[in-house]
């Protein structure tokens, strides 16, 4: 619809996850109308961040050195280790504040209608890592879903024969939402996981 | 939240209209973990666009020439002007395929909240072309909001003494609309501008 370039910015944008045609009308018109906004620095970004990132070498998450900050905080308790789908997943618990100790990233969740078994998740590194025996709880934190729930089950199933503990993310209602629109599946687990109220 | 770079990414994307925190960060992941993606023809486009786009001498179309392809083309009726409020807007006329006149983007529109006065837009232009008189008539495509109407009715007041058609686009019920979901002020400017219908 429009002339050369900007059609062009317009397409490439189009290209990214969640950027409709709108939206990427309405970002390379800001781009070309706002002159307080300097397009430079995220062309520079796009040409670096790959070459810059990389995973590390113990947990699989996103770093710039060889070993991630988490792997190498001495402040980290070695003797849980949280298993997640993705490095994005590391950060949403991290903003929780309730976990000390160390992660691993499976990349991805068994899932064969994708084509993904064990054998494409990073789970011989995670089994490597469990050799060492200061490690004595595992924690899936997999997603809620068909096969984050599957990823998790086979993993207990690996894991609980090595003498570990392991434990599963609790399901249940989320914070602040309304009891009346919880799904069944949801209020189903809220109910089966109750924990006892104590007297004070 | 996450390490240099791959901060950095996400906070420009952050930066572009219409894209919140969680967006960003599921493209910046996309760039960094999608191979079959290269983020160098976005970086190379982000460049160059702005070097690259212009505005139309004539109407304020964004183009790469000195003259925008309609103000080019020898097949447009030239007296009708169009006026619009942003080059956006010229696109989306030109999809209805009923327009076959030339356009004028006033680059905004009146709205003293936002210190934007008749000086701000591209108005001495347009009467600078209005001298020309193969124009006979003048479509006032300003948006139906409070800043849109005011605009077409200073822009109006200014040219009807001129002794040209002015005419403004209909409002009433959007195609493939509900009756019942339309706000009232919608339905009365639909019932106001009803048009009579001819025995077949």
Redesign the interface.
Known sequence: ??????Q??ID??G?????GPK?A????????QTES?D????????????A??SFCSVCGN???DPE??ICRDPRRRRDQICVVE???DI?AL??TREFSGLYHVLGGAISPIDGIGPDQLRIAPLLERLRDTTVTEIILATDPNVEGEATATYLARLIQPLGLTVSRLASGLPVGGDLEYADEITLGRALEGRTRVTPA
């Open positions: 619809m429009y002339e050369g370039v900007l062009e910015l490439e944008f290209r990214l996850p969640g950027i939206s009308q309405r970002i390379a018109f800001h781009i070309i906004y397009p430079s620095k995220l062309a520079e970004l796009l040409n670096t961040v790959r810059s990132v996103i770093t710039q991630c900050t993705e490095a994005k950060v991290e903003r």
